[in-house]
């Protein structure tokens, strides 16, 4: 697998993957500020706003634990990696 040159010089930084995008919005958010609004509804209130970026950690959550506790019991109709080995009933 090819190592991507952006990835590769974002690693060098401790922390990189988290601390280069955030300083990247901030400076972005600094020099434009009202850049977020050109963006659209939903992800400019992913600048501006917490309920958006709830959203998007909450619904996958919630569609994992809904889909593991469906596919306990349909039990055929799950596919088989659906379901891990230690949870199965």
Do not use: Q, Y
Not at 46 to 60: D, E, K, N, R, Y
Not at 69 to 76: D, E, I, K, Q, T
Request: with cysteine.
């Amino acid at each position: 697998m090819r190592d991507v040159p952006i990835k590769r010089s974002i690693e060098r930084v401790p922390g990189g993957m988290m601390i280069v995008p955030l300083f990247l919005g901030a400076i972005l958010n600094t020099l434009v500020p009202g850049a977020a609004k050109t963006f659209g509804s939903f992800t400019g209130a992913l600048f501006t706003g917490a309920l958006p970026i709830l959203a998007v950690f909450c619904v996958p959550l919630v569609t994992a634990w809904w889909h593991r506790r469906v596919s306990r019991r349909a039990g055929a109709i799950a596919p088989a990696g659906a379901v891990p080995a230690s949870s199965a009933r």
